[in-house]
């Protein structure tokens, strides 16, 4: 990805970026595993850039980016180290370094979760009701704001549900779409929303959401069920499997004993 000082989301086809490869066919493909290799893809193209996948998953995504087409990712350990694949220090990155070199300059790309998330890709990780008295507390906005607002953000929702994917959050974490122009944040750049059933972005005209892919066997019908504002699946393709060698890679090295498939269920 180049420094994203200039926009990013492009109108474009659904499926286009998505890589065709799909060496792993015929072998019996989890849904977990389609969706490390959909995680992987949200690096494609950042370059020598730092990847900020939050939890287990994008965790293994971005190592497999980096172990496959990535090669020059910077990984972090989340604390004051790069990382290699195999957590070997490879450099030194305090996290006020992070908050005083990285993140103002765009040079990141953070995968976050999301309790809420609407059709302009705004995030609630804060507080569940009225903000004043709210019905459950969360984390609160924590780095959300600061990540909308300066590079490359995505999100991982482990389950796709009407819970969570809502007509308007209750609080803003994360910056979408609408709020980004009315704020008028130059360097906002929400570019994807992985979940168990899709792949979705904002390339639209309005910057609403939609369906880049459907994961083998999930219907639109399906997504429709699960979201609570309309979301055009029209122009969605198929996620792709892995390649044989990507699953060689997430079966073997990088997650041996399955773990992925305790937050994706088969």
Same mark, same amino acid.
């Given at each position: ?40 893809? !949200? ?73 809420? %998330? ?6 609630? %990780?804060?507080? %569940? ?9 969360? !984390? ?109 890679? %997430? ?16």
């Amino acid at each position: 990805m180049s420094d994203n000082r200039e926009a990013s989301a492009h109108v474009g086809r659904p499926g286009a970026g998505v890589p065709q490869d799909t060496g792993g066919r015929g072998v019996n493909v989890s849904r977990a595993e389609i969706v490390v290799g959909a995680l992987a893809e !949200l690096f494609r193209g950042d370059g020598p850039i730092v990847a900020s996948p939050i939890g287990f998953l994008p965790t293994l995504g971005a190592r497999l980016a980096r172990l496959t087409f990535e090669p020059d990712l910077l990984l972090s350990d989340g604390e004051a180290y790069l990382v290699d694949v195999d957590g070997e220090i490879e450099g030194w990155q305090p996290y006020r370094k992070m908050l005083e070199v990285i993140v103002p300059h765009g040079r990141r790309h953070v995968v976050m979760g999301a309790s809420q %998330i609407d059709r302009w890709g705004n995030q609630n %990780i804060s507080a %569940i009701g009225d903000h004043a008295r709210p019905a459950k507390q969360l !984390l609160g906005v924590r780095g959300a704001p600061g990540n909308t607002a300066n590079h490359r953000t995505s999100y991982w929702i482990p389950r796709h549900s009407k819970r969570a994917f809502v007509d308007a959050v209750d609080v803003v974490s994360g910056v979408g779409y609408d709020n980004a122009a009315k704020a008028g944040l130059r360097f906002h750049d929400v570019y994807r929303v992985v979940t168990n059933l899709g792949v979705f972005d904002f390339a639209t005209p309005s910057h609403s959401m939609r369906a880049v892919s459907l994961h083998p066997g999930v219907t639109a019908e399906e997504v429709a069920a699960a979201t609570s504002f309309e979301l055009d699946c029209s122009g969605a393709s198929v996620t792709p499997e892995p390649t044989a060698e990507q699953l060689r890679l %997430i079966r073997e090295v990088l997650d041996p004993k399955s773990l992925r498939d305790k937050e994706v269920p088969a």
